[in-house]
């Protein structure tokens, strides 16, 4: 019923900036949380952006000031502006959704950024 969509990931250089998306279809109610989550090969699964249902955002420590979670309710969508990308922002990010007591998950977009 609820499927979350991602694209936007690829190959770019060391400072390089993506554009991350990620399409949320079916319904869902109360949605607490939207964000996005990365992971690397051998590591934990962190928490790289999150946006509540009002708008307050969190952001890990790593990417503050390069990266932006935005949405656009209207179209279902919510993004990932990744700017100075480094070589460790290699990884698989995945969006997510928190609402109705419920997590939800995409399948991930590999992003990869070389040296």
């Known amino acids: 019923q609820v499927h979350l969509v991602e694209s936007g990931g690829g190959l770019v250089q060391t400072g390089g900036s993506l554009r991350l998306s990620c399409a949320v279809t079916g319904s869902i109610s109360s949605i607490a949380f939207e964000g996005w989550y990365r992971q690397a090969p051998g590591k934990q699964r962190e928490m790289v952006a999150r946006i509540t249902s009002g708008g307050t955002t969190t952001y890990a420590d790593s990417v503050k000031g390069r990266f932006t979670i935005s949405r656009d309710n209207a179209k279902n969508m919510v993004y990932l502006q990744m700017n100075s990308l480094k070589s460790e922002d290699t990884a698989v990010y995945y969006c997510?959704?928190?609402?109705?007591?419920?997590?939800?998950w995409g399948q991930g977009t590999q992003v990869t950024v070389s040296s």
């Open positions: 997510n959704v928190f609402g109705g007591w419920h997590d939800y």
